[in-house]
């Protein structure tokens, strides 16, 4: 396994419902809610489990992985009225303008509000990208996905900045 990837058929469906309250991502995406992949472990795609000495401490730091960031997509995803309070730092800081999709997808507005704030002050260092998203959308420009003004573009168009 290279990657893991939650793909959600209702939020696929809401987003080509509504095109213009969704970042510009190719048609085979539009259902996906959040990816990882190996290369967030070990900067590899694979787990090399060859020499001895390093097949239990590399396969502890996979499950590691699982239980610290895969397990709980699933958990945080399952409930849209709770992303925002049961969404990890790591899956707000990493796929926040996807959240922010799948929550308004289900209309949970506040939570989608929640989730920006929170990415935003988890990252602090994109403010200048969340301010260029937000000019984006003020001048009718949709960023492509993933990219940094993605969040920002999203707080206007869904009005929740």
């Known amino acids: ?3 893991l990837a939650v793909f959600d058929s209702a939020l696929g469906a809401w987003r080509r419902a ?3 309250l969704c970042l510009a991502r190719a048609e ?3 259902d996906l809610l959040c990816a990882s992949s190996f290369l967030d472990l070990t900067s590899r795609y694979s787990v090399e489990l060859s020499q001895p000495e390093g097949r239990i401490s590399r396969t502890e730091a996979w499950t590691d992985h699982i239980h610290e960031i895969i397990s709980p ?3 945080n995803t399952m409930d849209a009225a709770r992303l925002a309070e049961v969404a990890s730092e790591h899956l707000v800081r990493t796929v926040a303008p996807d959240l922010v ?3 308004i ?3 949970e507005r506040e939570q989608a509000r929640l989730i920006l704030e929170r990415a935003v002050e988890i990252r602090p260092m994109y403010r200048d990208a969340f301010e260029d998203g937000r000019e984006m959308a003020r001048s009718g420009v949709r960023p492509d996905w993933p990219s940094a003004p993605c969040l920002g573009w999203s707080s206007v168009v ?3 900045w």
């Open 1 to 3: 396994m290279e990657s």
């Open 18 to 20: 509504h095109p213009e």
């Open 28 to 30: 085979e995406l539009q």
């Open 73 to 75: 997509w699933f958990h």
């Open 101 to 103: 999709e799948f929550a």
């Open 105 to 107: 997808s289900r209309g």
């Open 158 to 160: 869904h009005d929740l």
